[in-house]
């Protein structure tokens, strides 16, 4: 199973229209990660493929509310970035 498909899995998503969408979310997320906060996820880690899925689920649920990000991520990001910069916990 890929990030895409993990990601519709969660979110009950059965068709494929809104691949390309969940495809820009995803992509966004990995280069937001990278360029902003120095962490390359390796996706082959199942720490690392689960949080980019919960991660593009919430970005993709989350329609510009600006409640903030949820706890369980915010705890999540941060260990990732006290892991060290190159993503490994």
């Given at each position: 199973?890929?990030?895409?498909?993990?990601?519709?899995?969660?979110?009950?998503?059965?068709?494929?229209?809104?691949?390309?969408?969940?495809?820009?979310?995803?992509?966004?997320?990995?280069?937001?990660?990278?360029?902003?906060?120095?962490?390359?996820?390796?996706?082959?880690?199942?720490?690392?493929?689960?949080?980019?899925?919960?991660?593009?689920?919430?970005?993709y649920?989350?329609?510009?509310?600006?409640?903030?990000?949820?706890?369980?991520?915010?705890?999540?990001?941060?260990?990732?970035?006290?892991?060290?910069?190159d993503?490994?916990?």
């Open positions: 199973m890929n990030i895409t498909e993990a990601v519709k899995a969660r979110l009950g998503i059965t068709i494929n229209s809104r691949d390309d969408y969940i495809n820009l979310i995803i992509d966004g997320l990995k280069k937001e990660l990278n360029d902003v906060q120095g962490l390359t996820l390796d996706e082959s880690n199942p720490s690392h493929f689960m949080f980019i899925v919960d991660y593009a689920t919430y970005r649920s989350n329609h510009g509310e600006t409640s903030g990000m949820p706890r369980h991520l915010q705890w999540r990001l941060h260990n990732l970035m006290v892991g060290g910069k993503g490994n916990i």
